[in-house]
């Protein structure tokens, strides 16, 4: 019983600052995923928002991508 | 018949707090006070003694004038005017007080003073009044632990023995005072009275001091009360008091002593008394038993502050107050108890958040323990006040602060750090880096945490 | 001919930092220094006067005792012992610069003591040595700013001129003080010499004191300032020294003045002299320029302290030492100059961290604004000390806290807690949720934020 509760301190957690939790919720941005930069890989909100750029550009290029398959297609 | 949603019963820093914020949450509120509204912290607990204490420092400075470059020919021509500290004392209790109540009224609580007397869950009777309402915030606070001893009724009656609400309207400043229990309110007790001249000695029935705070601060408190003259006696327990004699039993053997006062300090219990018969769950010790939320076993019945026993300090009571104000307004809310600070206004002062050494090691934690002394403090020095120390408790892996612990003259302002960082599940590495200023003592948390990372740079 | 990874000249806050920490980190380190170790803050700046300020309190407070309840019969019995107050100022100096002395050495720093002659970026002369070193960290610190006023030169001879070196070694309290600046350290010397008696007149350039500060602070500790004796003159030029008079225009009306003392604090030069002949770039005022890791325009000559410019203080100078020397070891450190803090050590003090409400304005954000005073504060009654209060900066949408700015007896141990909240991007609802104990001053930083979020409980 006490080695659980051990474990369970021991256990990797995501260490995030008040306001990049916040963020991160707005944002849609699964906060596990986001790797930190602050200390001790604390995500800061600008973790945040370089992530949510990533999600962005990347969902632009599937747009991309997905109308130059159709093009293609049309082709 | 008035009808309220939330009604208190009990006007200290518990109650009065959740009556205020149950009414800035749009409750209609009724508070009951049989008192002062204040409780025992503004009218006999936490500020009268902290408005002595500043009396007794600006003394202790006085007396001490030559260390600060000040000359005073024949200090004979100094004296304490204990009426005027008094007075003083008197003076900002009432400012306080009369605070409480414009914030009450400006609130639009309705207080009704006399004592509350609960009928049931919804009805409750003060005077020739009967509210009724739909929630209950019992905050009745404590009340002095008085031991069965031999003879101590007559001695309480003649005045020999007092409590802490005895000792801070005595007439005169004893000689020699004999503080039975050294908790936090002892050791205040004795610092205050024996910076103002008394002889004083504590008893304490243990081998130790200040029970609960971390072991390192307790023996350096220890060490500095007695190198300034307080008489410790250990495994000290009293059997009888006998005309003016204080009979004792000194590690097995008896001794007499005749002190002029005797200040009770050996804890306080819950001022729940006739709550049983309603129905509400008391544990062995008599405190109001609650689930997280604050709630007692009856739906609707909360009880914060002294009354539950959790922990007896005047912030954490207003804190139970707002968080049981949350409660019944619907928004699900706890307190960590863990992170509460608590503070002892010593010279110097201790103030402690969340975790001691000794603790979370047996919490099982993998820990980093670093301090970092005043003596190594350029601030400190420069006050002519560099007794003390800062101790960091931080969990191994991420550094993450489990507790700080500061002996310093404002430690009990500079624990605030320590809690708001807790609250932020903060590190070491953000303390490091957290640019504190120069000259101040507060870069003893800083340096200390660059010393559970790796190296102070001032040691 | 000594072969070094890092060599840094000056030993002050900045260079002995970085020294330290170079050595700690594995470097072979020299550090060169012309005259004590600790540069101004531990000589002549910081330390000292910090010092005195506690002294010239102790005695304030003793001429205040009464209303502690405390008598003395006679206050003329009371005397400042000026010569006692210095001594005491010098032993703290000297227990300080000889603990920094031991660091040097306990680190194996090598101390060199003389002028280091930068012969070229690796090759420094001290007196007959000549020392090699792959990185050299400038760390000069600056000076007094010395205006050019007709007969300045024969008032300064004289010693009716001094600067706040001078006026750290006066032989007697001046009776009348004129302070010419009324930036950080002319209203810290105003406070001190205001509360040992001195008749003090600060002369102002601009329509108001304490430049950069948060407007609301500012306005108050002028008017403290003001209630407390002090006069403050606006638009007030010096236009010549002429034996023991000041001829002065104010507001463009001639004036003159016959003080015992004239104290030069109008703001400091950065030491840098010469450096722009071995190719370092200088800026229009004289500091050298570096970029965010500290580097100058020369590959592995870093600049820290004052002598940049960039903000003078001692803890951002210790700070920029221990980043240079991050970045000489490889790691790729940067400073916020935006968090640091600042402190202004009046009666009562400042403590500053963070945007002020009109900097934030000006930067575009979106804010709510939160003040909390310590008239409403309970320990700060019991202290009989409640002028003051607390200002929070905060972000709208999340509540990210910006900036803290404390006016209070203890602001500058309080600051702490607004720097380490904003290093870890806190908000006021961490700040309101964090139990801050009873009574304290802190606890009106609390209320601050509750405010921010919907409403204080004591106000
Ligand atoms: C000497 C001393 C110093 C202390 N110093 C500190 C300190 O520095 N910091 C700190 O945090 N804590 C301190 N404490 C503890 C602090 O005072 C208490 O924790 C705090 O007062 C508890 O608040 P409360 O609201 O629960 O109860 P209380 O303050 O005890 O208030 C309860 C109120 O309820 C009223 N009441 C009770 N029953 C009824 C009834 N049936 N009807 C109507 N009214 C009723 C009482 O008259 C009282 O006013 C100190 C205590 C003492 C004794
Ligand atoms: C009256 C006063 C009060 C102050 N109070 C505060 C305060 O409370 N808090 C605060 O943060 N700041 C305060 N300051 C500012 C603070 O003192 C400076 O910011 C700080 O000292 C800067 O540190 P530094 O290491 O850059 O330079 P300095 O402390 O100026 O040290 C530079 C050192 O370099 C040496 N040196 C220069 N050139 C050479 C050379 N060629 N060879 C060898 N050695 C050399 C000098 O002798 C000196 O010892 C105060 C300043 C003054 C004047």
């Known amino acids: ?75 | 018949m008035k009808q309220y949603d939330v009604t208190v019963i009990g006007a200290g820093p518990g109650g009065y707090v959740a009556a205020i914020k149950a009414a800035q949450m749009g409750a209609k509120t009724a508070i009951i006070e049989k008192e002062d509204v204040g409780g025992v912290c503004l009218n006999w607990g936490c500020i009268p003694t902290k408005t002595l204490l500043k009396s007794a420092k600006v003394y202790q400075n006085i007396m001490n004038s030559e260390k600060y470059g000040i000359d005073i020919i024949d200090k004979n021509v100094v004296s304490i005017n204990w009426s005027n500290m008094l007075k003083r004392k008197d003076q900002v209790v009432k400012k306080l007080t009369g605070g409480v109540s414009f914030l009450l009224k400006k609130n639009n609580v309705d207080l009704y003073k006399g004592y509350g007397e609960i009928i049931d869950k919804n009805t409750i009777k003060v005077n020739d009044d009967t509210i009724k309402t739909r929630n209950l915030i019992i905050a009745t606070g404590s009340s002095p632990r008085i031991p069965k001893i031999e003879g101590i009724e007559e001695a309480m009656e003649k005045g020999l023995v007092v409590t802490s609400k005895g000792i801070l309207a005595i007439e005169e400043i004893p000689k020699e005072l004999i503080i039975v229990g050294g908790g936090v309110v002892g050791v205040e007790f004795a610092t205050l009275y024996n910076a103002l001249g008394t002889k004083v000695t504590i008893f304490q029935r243990s081998d130790a001091l200040l029970g609960n705070i971390d072991l390192d601060l307790r023996d350096t408190m220890t060490d500095i009360l007695k190198r300034d003259g307080i008489n410790v006696m250990y495994k000290t327990d009293v059997k009888k008091f006998d005309g003016n004699k204080v009979i004792t039993s000194v590690d097995g053997t008896t001794r007499e002593f005749t002190p002029d006062k005797v200040l009770l300090s050996i804890g306080r219990v819950a001022n729940s008394k006739g709550l049983e018969k309603l129905g509400i769950e008391l544990d062995k010790r008599g405190n109001v038993v609650t689930n997280e939320r604050l709630e007692t076993n009856i739906e609707g019945v909360y009880a914060v502050g002294d009354v539950n026993g959790k922990l007896m300090l005047a912030h954490v009571a207003s804190a139970e107050g707002i968080v049981a104000v949350e409660n019944i307004m619907g928004h699900i809310s706890v307190l960590n108890y863990d992170k509460a600070p608590s503070c002892i206004y010593g010279f110097p002062e201790i103030g402690s958040a969340g975790l001691t050494e000794q603790v979370a090691r047996e919490k099982g934690y993998d820990i980093i323990v670093s301090t970092f002394p005043l003596s190594a403090n350029g601030k400190a020095l420069a006050e002519g006040e560099s007794d003390g120390f800062v101790k960091i408790i931080a969990e191994k892996s991420y550094g993450e602060v489990l507790g700080i612990h500061i002996l310093a003259p404002n430690a009990t302002d500079m624990i605030a750090e320590a809690v708001t960082t807790m609250e932020m599940e903060g590190t070491v590495h953000e303390l490091a880096k957290a640019i504190h200023p120069h000259p101040t003592l507060s870069e003893i948390v800083m340096e200390a945490a660059h010393g559970a990372i790796d190296k102070p740079i001032h040691i």
Do not use: C, F, S
């Not at chain 1, 990533?54 to 991508?65: G, I, Q, S």
């Open chain 1, 1 to 75: 019983h006490e080695m659980k509760g051990k474990n369970d301190i021991n256990k990797k957690k995501v260490l995030a600052t008040p306001v990049a939790r916040k963020l991160a919720k707005d944002l849609g941005i699964d906060i596990t995923t986001v790797e930190g930069t602050g200390a001790v890989g604390r995500v800061m909100k600008e973790d945040i928002y370089k992530a949510k750029e990533a999600l962005d550009t990347r969902a632009n290029n599937k747009d991309v991508e997905a109308q130059e398959g159709e093009m293609k297609a049309k082709d």
